[in-house]
């Protein structure tokens, strides 16, 4: 499977194309836009928030509620658009007209001046409306039609924020289906009331000081079958494509699987994860401190990926930079934005994993209709179960 996705923050609309997706999948429209709301919601957004109502439009590849195998075209119109006609206009306009909106003054910490070096463009905002974050709508789209494909094989997708700025939620084991809904009742996706509070006053905080946080969120999924992914070759380990794909969700900056970084303090007997027999519950693990995977391929435990987004670079009170016209020093220009945005960027995370996760589950049990994977998993599992 593959997709794109195109259109830019102030633009028409949004758009992917999924290609390689099984036929025959029923497709709920509900589902797939709770996905868009959730990664709307989450304290510490900005006003734009209150003008987008994003909800997907299919424009191919399903008939009937199902899919036919025939990629998949997503919409998502931008609200925000008829303020926008003019700026971002398709139609030519004079070269120093009032109404371009031009930015000329790059923002540290986004991708305006590497974008305006590479792509040679004197106006920023040609780059910083396709590297705005709102394309990520589209990831949770592709994302959350791939969970879908996940939900009939009975995996389950859950995300928890685990930081914002320096207040650290407690982390509680739960049922994956409580975590899912307790997380879903708190403005900032975490189970500790305690830190709740704590971290929505930090973000207020910031707010008042025209100043931006960020944080890690966790995702866990459960009820992987052993041996996605393989370790037989570099490009085809899932957990690195799962890395890559939560580094390239705007403002991450780092990704660890299971007790990640803390595996550099401990013995490797505080490390690696026992492994245990029955003749129910077949091969286990006594602990998952591995998160999931090794030798790059799951071992039928939780998935537990972390994942740390910088603070948003657009800051009110911004900081200094160059006018690429004149090369003076300026303070740098403010576009309107958001505060925090970690609560929705877990949202993201999820999707973007589940997409991953899909993805080697149709390399592993492949087929072009859900009936051929459903019967290539359930050969697999009984191999497994005979071993
Ligand atoms: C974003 C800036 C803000 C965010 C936007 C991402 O938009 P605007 O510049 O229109 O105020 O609200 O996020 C979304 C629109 C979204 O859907 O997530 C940025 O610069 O990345």
Same mark, same amino acid.
């Given at each position: 499977?593959?997709?794109?996705?195109?259109?830019?923050?102030?633009?028409?609309?949004?758009?992917?194309?999924?290609?390689?997706?099984?036929?025959?999948?029923?497709?709920?429209?509900?589902?797939?836009?709770?996905?868009?709301?959730?990664?709307?919601?989450?304290?510490?957004?900005?006003?734009?928030?209150?003008?987008?109502?994003?909800?997907?439009?299919?424009?191919?590849?399903?008939?009937?509620?199902?899919?036919?195998?025939?990629?998949?075209?997503?919409?998502?119109?931008?609200?925000?658009?008829?303020?926008?006609?003019?700026?971002?206009?398709?139609?030519?306009?004079?070269?120093?007209?009032?109404?371009?909106?031009?930015?000329?003054?790059?923002?540290?910490?986004?991708?305006?001046?590497?974008?305006?070096?590479?792509?040679?463009?004197?106006?920023?905002?040609?780059?910083?409306?396709?590297?705005?974050?709102?394309?990520?709508?589209?990831?949770?789209?592709?994302?959350?039609?791939?969970?879908?494909?996940?939900?009939?094989?009975?995996?389950?997708?859950?995300?928890?924020?685990?930081? /914002? $700025?320096?207040?650290? @939620?407690? !982390?509680?084991?739960?049922?994956?289906?409580?975590? =899912?809904?307790? #997380? +879903? *009742?708190?403005?900032?996706?975490?189970?500790?009331?305690?830190?709740?509070?704590?971290?929505?006053?930090?973000?207020?905080?910031?707010?008042?000081?025209?100043?931006?946080?960020?944080?890690?969120?966790?995702?866990?999924?459960?009820?992987?079958?052993?041996?996605?992914?393989?370790?037989?070759?570099?490009?085809?380990?899932?957990?690195?494509?799962?890395?890559?794909?939560?580094?390239?969700?705007?403002?991450?900056?780092?990704?660890?699987?299971? /007790? $990640?970084?803390?595996? @550099?303090? !401990?013995?490797?007997?505080?490390?690696?994860?026992? =492994?245990?027999? #029955? +003749? *129910?519950?077949?091969?286990?693990?006594?602990?998952?401190?591995?998160?999931?995977?090794?030798?790059?391929?799951?071992?039928?435990?939780?998935?537990?990926?972390?994942?740390?987004?910088?603070?948003?670079?657009?800051?009110?009170?911004?900081?200094?930079?160059?006018?690429?016209?004149?090369?003076?020093?300026?303070?740098?220009?403010?576009?309107?934005?958001?505060?925090?945005?970690?609560?929705?960027?877990?949202?993201?995370?999820?999707?973007?994993?589940?997409?991953?996760?899909?993805?080697?589950?149709?390399?592993?049990?492949?087929?072009?209709? =859900?009936?051929?994977?459903?019967?290539?998993?359930?050969?697999?599992?009984?191999?497994?179960?005979?071993?």
């Amino acid at each position: 499977m593959r997709y794109l996705t195109a259109g830019e923050t102030h633009g028409p609309q949004l758009t992917a194309i999924i290609e390689g997706f099984p036929s025959n999948v029923t497709l709920n429209f509900e589902d797939l836009n709770f996905q868009l709301h959730r990664r709307q919601k989450g304290y510490g957004r900005g006003r734009r928030m209150q003008i987008e109502k994003d909800t997907a439009t299919i424009a191919g590849g399903v008939r009937h509620g199902k899919t036919t195998g025939a990629p998949i075209a997503l919409v998502v119109v931008n609200n925000d658009w008829k303020h926008w006609t003019s700026v971002m206009g398709i139609e030519p306009v004079e070269e120093d007209s009032e109404g371009k909106r031009r930015v000329n003054r790059p923002r540290p910490g986004h991708a305006d001046l590497n974008g305006g070096l590479k792509y040679n463009q004197k106006d920023l905002r040609n780059i910083l409306e396709r590297s705005s974050a709102r394309e990520t709508t589209m990831r949770v789209a592709t994302g959350a039609v791939a969970r879908q494909l996940l939900a009939e094989f009975g995996i389950k997708v859950a995300g928890q924020v685990i930081r /914002i $700025g320096d207040v650290e @939620a407690q !982390r509680q084991e739960l049922p994956i289906d409580e975590l =899912i809904r307790l #997380t +879903e *009742e708190s403005p900032v996706r975490v189970v500790d009331k305690d830190a709740e509070a704590k971290m929505i006053a930090a973000i207020d905080a910031a707010k008042e000081d025209g100043d931006t946080l960020g944080g890690i969120v966790e995702v866990i999924i459960e009820g992987v079958p052993v041996g996605l992914g393989s370790h037989v070759q570099w490009d085809r380990k899932l957990d690195g494509k799962i890395a890559q794909a939560v580094l390239s969700i705007q403002a991450f900056k780092g990704v660890e699987f299971g /007790i $990640g970084f803390e595996a @550099a303090e !401990r013995r490797g007997s505080n490390v690696h994860d026992e =492994i245990l027999y #029955t +003749e *129910e519950t077949g091969f286990r693990r006594r602990t998952n401190r591995a998160g999931g995977f090794e030798g790059g391929m799951t071992t039928g435990e939780q998935i537990v990926v972390r994942g740390v987004m910088k603070p948003i670079s657009t800051l009110y009170k911004p900081l200094q930079s160059v006018d690429i016209d004149t090369k003076e020093v300026f303070t740098a220009q403010v576009e309107r934005s958001d505060t925090c945005a970690v609560p929705a960027a877990g949202v993201i995370m999820e999707n973007v994993i589940a997409w991953e996760v899909a993805n080697a589950f149709l390399d592993k049990f492949g087929g072009d209709s =859900i009936e051929e994977i459903r019967a290539n998993l359930n050969n697999f599992l009984k191999q497994v179960e005979s071993y």
